[in-house]
Nanobody, 115 residues
């Protein structure tokens, strides 16, 4: 059974940085690498938002709100997805979840940014 586990969330002051990790287990390497891998976030009272994606071909896309501040990357050998978040803002506060394709989702990790 495939599973994704996020880590790296926490409490950080505005302007700070965090690096989120999403470790895949029970997912074969070709599925992990061949599918689009994404980070989503959901703030209280708001809809889930696609933050960043990394296609199987290596193309990256970012939400306008995080472009230039966040970077998505992966370690194929370790089947781990990352999200480097720099210059964090209070409005980045949310639960961040990762996904591989449409079938694999993590439980999420809380990111709280205070001013």
């Amino acid at each position: 059974q495939g599973r994704l586990v996020e880590s790296g969330g926490g409490l950080v002051q505005a302007g700070g940085a965090l690096r989120l990790s999403c470790k895949a287990s029970g997912i074969i390497t070709s599925v992990f690498n061949g599918n689009t891998k994404s980070w989503y976030r959901q703030a209280p009272g708001k809809q889930r938002e696609l933050v960043a994606s990394l296609s199987g071909g290596g193309r990256t896309e970012y939400a306008d709100s995080v472009n230039g501040r966040f970077t998505i990357s992966k370690d194929s050998a370790k089947k781990t997805l990352f999200l480097q978040m720099n210059n964090l803002k209070v409005e980045d506060t949310a639960v961040y979840s990762c996904a591989v394709g449409e079938n694999y989702w993590g439980q999420g990790t809380q990111v709280t940014v205070f001013s």
